[in-house]
């Protein structure tokens, strides 16, 4: 298959993931009450996709930035014929991120406001001051320089550069949005250090096999990749099972926490994402056990099938995290 095409199906598979979760857990979109204007369906049902194609973006970006920084060898400080690519790649998924997170902007604007997309501009001194759309308009900024940064990358020193700016493009939004992190209060405080690192590791892991696949599938880089693997897998499931209890009101603990869970459709779709974190595992294990020996006599095809299907198991798990972030 080709790599458009691998990308395209990826995507597809996390927006219908993330449809089906976003009606499973009550974050749909719904049509505006009778007599009231709205920004209408189709365009709240933009803010979910844009978002998704946002993360995939971010995703691919942070990707190709860690191969350059770790997986690909330069010469003297000077980025050979592989990571150059991977560079220009990284420039193309950050400049995508960028125009999603504009389209992500405009809608969610309109959507908040409840207004027609025709009547937006009318309205600009109140969308500038709602925190949503603040904390995508830093993202614009951030991602648009980090694909000029990107495109002209040739040095080691650069690219380096470029990962710091990474990390800030991906974390610039989650500490200015609505979420952003409350000094005053120590759960709040928890909840937004918890899901920054959360989006790191998870945007090192999945970006981090989409790059092994892409540009390097030696011995040497697979093992590396592999350990950064555990890391990333250690801290989103501490993380993540944090930020879930704090969301489900887990000061209160006892059973009413665990009921959750099963009753609620925040409940229900976090439970859904552990479970596809539990196959993630499975498969990272299946990696070590099987794949890495077989890599090592020559066989690069086992890893690249378990690679492949971890992805869209990643692909998957993306989407549940979009609807997540959408459901009461």
Same mark, same amino acid.
């Given at each position: 298959m080709r790599r458009p095409q691998a990308i395209g199906g990826l995507v597809a598979v996390g927006i219908v993931v993330m449809v089906a979760a976003l009606f499973a857990g009550g974050g749909a979109p719904q049509k505006p009450v009778s007599g009231l204007l709205g920004a209408g369906l189709g365009v709240s049902w933009a803010v979910p996709v844009l978002r998704i194609l946002a993360d995939a973006?971010? %995703?691919?970006?942070?990707?190709a %930035?860690?191969?350059?920084v770790l997986f690909l060898p330069a010469t003297e400080g000077k980025l050979g014929g592989k990571a150059l690519r991977a560079c220009q790649d990284a420039a193309l998924a950050a400049g995508i991120w960028a125009v999603a997170s504009i389209g992500g902007l405009i809608a969610t604007a309109t959507v908040i406001l409840g207004v027609p997309l025709s009547h937006l501009a009318e309205h600009a001194d109140s969308a500038g001051r709602l925190s949503q759309v603040r904390a995508l308009a830093v993202a614009v900024v951030l991602t648009a320089v980090l694909a000029v940064v990107l495109s002209g990358t040739k040095t080691l020193r650069t690219a380096r550069a470029a990962a710091v700016l990474t990390v800030a493009a991906l974390i610039g939004p989650l500490l200015t949005g609505h979420g952003a992190i409350?000094?005053?209060?120590?759960?709040?405080?928890?909840?937004?250090v918890s899901l920054v690192v959360h989006v790191v590791a998870a945007t090192a892991w999945v970006g981090g096999l989409g790059a092994v696949l892409l540009y390097t599938r030696s011995r040497e880089s697979v093992e590396l /990749?592999?350990? &950064?693997? /555990?890391?990333?897998?250690v801290t989103m499931g501490v993380t993540g099972l944090l930020t879930a209890e704090i969301h489900l009101d887990g000061r209160q603990g006892g059973w009413g926490l665990i009921t959750q869970w099963v009753t609620s459709g925040y409940g229900v779709l976090v439970l859904g994402k552990t479970l596809?974190?539990?196959?993630? %595992? /499975?498969?990272?294990?299946?990696?070590?056990?099987?794949?890495?020996?077989? &890599?090592?006599?020559?066989?690069?095809?086992?890893?690249?099938?378990?690679?492949?299907?971890?992805?869209?198991?990643?692909a998957g798990t993306i989407g549940l995290a979009v609807a997540l972030s959408r459901t009461p």
């Open positions: 973006a971010a %995703v691919a970006t942070g990707g %930035v860690v191969a350059v409350d000094r005053t209060n120590l759960w709040s405080v928890l909840a937004t /990749f592999s350990r &950064l693997a /555990f890391v990333c897998a596809a974190f539990a196959v993630l %595992v /499975f498969i990272g294990w299946q990696h070590r056990r099987s794949s890495l020996p077989r &890599l090592a006599t020559g066989d690069p095809a086992a890893f690249r099938q378990l690679a492949v299907l971890e992805l869209a198991v990643m």
